[in-house]
């Protein structure tokens, strides 16, 4: 899969070699940036949204940078947007979070095994993001592919599915 996780884009003037490899230094590069910015948010400063909105500012500048060669399913490029969604969540910019998460969940679905917990987690974001957003239908369609997902990997019983089901019959 190492092909699909480091797809470029399919341009008319495919990027050189030497093009890709740069910016797969500048991928490696711009994600140990954001970690050390990160680490310095939360220590220094948390919780000050002025730092949140200079990593969601790395975040975009780094992927409209990247988007340029890579694919939105490249590994470089998920990453970013889950730093994204993340800052977004930080801040309670819930329409932000859910436009990262959507744009994240295929290609995960496409990564990952069938029963993968990451790709579970995500849709049961994804559905608490469209509850809190009032769209109710696709929250329900969403926890109820994170439930799936859980109940194979946890098993029927367990007190996290329990709590999901709960949630639903609260909404």
């Known amino acids: 899969q190492d092909k699909e996780k480091l797809e470029i884009r399919k341009l008319n003037d495919p990027p050189s070699a030497e093009t890709v490899r740069d910016m797969i230094k500048y991928a490696r590069n711009v994600i140990e940036e954001f970690r050390r910015a990160k680490h310095y948010k939360y220590i220094l400063c948390f919780p000050l949204t002025p730092l949140a909105c200079e990593l969601l500012e790395i975040c975009e500048l780094s992927l409209d940078k990247m988007g340029a060669v890579f694919e939105d399913s490249n590994v470089y490029m998920l ?8 800052v977004c969540l930080y801040v309670q910019d819930w329409e932000g979070a ?9 290609p995960y679905s496409k990564h990952y095994p069938s029963y993968s917990l990451n790709v579970a987690s995500m849709w049961l974001k994804l559905g608490r993001l469209h509850m809190a957003l009032e769209n109710r239908t696709a929250g329900v369609k969403a926890l109820k592919r994170a439930i799936a997902i859980m109940e194979v990997a946890h098993g029927k019983d367990h007190p996290y599915i329990s709590e999901i089901k709960k949630e639903l019959e609260d909404h």
């Open 79 to 86: 990453h970013m947007m889950y730093q994204a969604m993340g």
């Open 98 to 106: 859910l436009r990262y998460g959507q744009k994240i969940i295929r």
